[in-house]
């Protein structure tokens, strides 16, 4: 199993939860990084960061796939085949990466950063939640992702979103 952390040292680790020794330092230039990443794979939120078993031998590099904010990454999501995995920033945008870090779309939307993005269960929509006080859903069945909606009605940021696990409700 693995483990990423990030760190203020401008620095994300893969750590090796079986022998407790660090596998991979991955770059990244924000001051002051924070994020989390929920994966369907895991327990869900109480293991920040957590990226265990997605990664092969073969796939750690020295690449860091959350290259393309401007500032701090809030969160992380993977989604639920581990194919895609998808950024929030306080650059306000969502970033969607391949699992080889190859940047796959930047999806412009929202007016504040974005604090939790978390994928249906068919993968087929990224819900993203913003301090403008939205959630953004994004069609991803397509060929380019496109805005499909915004759900308003909450009178402060919203810090968090969650499926169902048939995807009918958020």
């Not at 860091?64 to 999501?77: A, D, E, F, R």
Request: hydrophobic share 35%.
């Amino acid at each position: 199993s693995l483990l990423a952390s990030v760190s203020s040292d401008e620095t994300v680790k893969l750590w090796d939860l079986t022998t407790m020794k660090e596998k991979a330092t991955l770059g990244h230039t924000r001051d002051n990084p924070e994020c989390t990443c929920p994966h369907s794979r895991t327990s869900g939120r109480d293991a920040p960061a957590s990226l265990a078993g997605l990664f092969a031998e073969e796939e750690i590099s020295s690449k860091c796939p959350v290259k393309g904010h401007s500032v701090n990454v809030w969160s992380l999501g993977w989604n639920h085949d581990g194919s895609v995995l998808a950024s929030g920033s306080s650059d306000n945008t969502v970033c969607l990466w391949t699992v080889d870090g190859q940047a796959k779309d930047t999806l412009i939307g929202h007016s504040s950063y974005v604090l939790f993005v978390a994928f249906s269960p068919d993968c087929k929509t990224l819900a993203s939640a913003s301090g403008d006080q939205t959630v953004k859903l994004w069609d991803l069945s397509g060929v380019k992702t496109v805005e499909k909606g915004t759900l308003v009605g909450h009178s402060d940021r919203v810090t968090s979103v969650a499926w169902n696990q048939n995807g009918s409700l958020l």
